[in-house]
């Protein structure tokens, strides 16, 4: 009985916490010009962050939106690093991307599991947009998700990177709207020049040249990642991304998009040129409405595969490509991949099992479930 007042006091707590704006973000429907958050907003947030001090070691604590808004504001710390303890909510708040050509973002961000939601950035004729404008050579992101974003911008736009010049991005993920009004538009990266592992977008993408539904155009390396989401463009829109070149490489990915454009328009990339690389990719023919994974094919080269939708949430189809999954040793012991059982999705990331309420498979709920539920319950 003492547990059970102890839950339904928690409950209550967070419920009020959460009214009242406590969780570190500006209350409903409020901008960061009104009220106080008005005049004092830059005050309450200047020179500080939560804690630690931006190193390696000792990471700044991003807890709350004026330490993210700190961020924005300090192009002096953009090479530092940074550590989020909580989920922010960013409604209201104007949020200007983090790092630019001017002043690149060459520090570690670490997401640790949490969400940033409700990011708005409207910069239709700006370039390199996004949560992070410009990542360069030695930027870090990971373990970061963006949700229900709205991202607009020129040429490099993305929801969570404009431009991946040289850095990595791992396990990260964007979900929500993004539209560019010229070249290089992307779910996640609008372009890539650097690293991306086990990361996913399912958001909408619309721009006109080099649309793709994670990157729209990568000249470095996308592995192991997926995008859900549909894409508009002109020229070279792909469910993946719309350009992949100068050596780009699309490994172990998937699409599932609808994809929608005039020239060079295909189910994993739109154009695939000189010396990109394509393996072991996938593309639902079903929902993406196409029946050419790459709309042209430079070299030759690719080697993309499209299947229906019950052959992409059966597991052999991977396994037989290659694909590295849990509960397998064959193609590799990292276990990117996971997969509950055929015909109930298509597969995911590994990591995203621990931060979904379905605690054995995100989906069907069992008695596995349950059983894992009151076993932790019981220790608590």
């Not at 080099?210 to 155009?217: C, D, E, F, I, N």
Request: proline share 2%.
């Amino acid at each position: 009985m003492r547990k059970l007042i102890a839950l339904l006091t928690v409950g209550m707590l967070f419920c009020i916490f959460s009214a009242t704006g406590s969780s570190g973000s500006v209350p409903m429907g409020v901008a960061a010009s009104d009220g106080p958050f008005g005049a004092d907003f830059a005050a309450l947030s200047a020179g500080n962050y939560s804690s630690g001090d931006g190193t390696a070691e000792n990471p700044y604590r991003i807890a709350n939106i004026f330490d993210l808004m700190e961020l924005t504001n300090s192009p002096d710390d953009w090479g530092k690093s940074f550590l989020m303890t909580a989920d922010i909510d960013c409604i209201g708040v104007a949020i200007a991307p983090i790092g630019s050509y001017a002043v690149p973002f060459t520090g570690i961000f670490d997401g640790a599991g949490h969400v940033i939601s409700n990011l708005t950035i409207n910069k239709p004729t700006q370039n390199y947009v996004g949560l992070f404008g410009y990542v360069d050579s030695g930027g870090q992101i990971k373990n970061l998700g963006v949700v229900n974003v709205n991202v607009i911008g020129d040429r490099c736009v993305g929801g969570l990177a404009g431009y991946n010049e040289g850095g990595t991005l791992t396990s990260c993920y964007a979900a929500g709207s993004v539209y560019g009004t010229s070249i290089h538009v992307g779910g996640l990266v609008g372009r890539n020049s650097g690293t991306l592992t086990s990361c996913y977008a399912t958001g909408s993408v619309d721009g006109t040249i080099r649309a793709g539904g994670l990157a729209g155009g990568n000249f470095g390396a996308l592995i192991s990642c997926y995008a859900t989401g549909s894409v508009t463009g002109s020229s070279s829109v792909g469910g993946l991304a719309g350009l992949n070149s100068w050596s780009g490489i699309l490994t172990f990915c998937y699409a599932t998009g609808s994809v929608e454009g005039t020239d060079f328009v295909g189910g994993v990339a739109g154009y695939n040129g000189e010396e990109g690389t394509l393996t072991s990719c996938f593309w639902d023919v079903d929902t993406s409405g196409l029946s050419a994974g790459v709309g042209f094919d430079e070299d030759q080269s690719a080697r993309v595969t499209g299947k229906s939708t019950m052959e992409m949430q059966t597991l052999s189809t991977f396994t037989d490509a290659g694909w590295d999954f849990t509960d397998e040793t064959v193609n590799g012991i990292y276990d990117y991949w996971r997969m509950c059982a055929d015909g109930a999705d298509y597969p995911r990331l590994r990591w995203e099992y621990s931060t979904i309420g379905d605690f054995a498979c995100p989906d069907s709920v069992n008695l596995e479930d349950l059983c894992i539920y009151l076993d932790g319950w019981l220790m608590d």
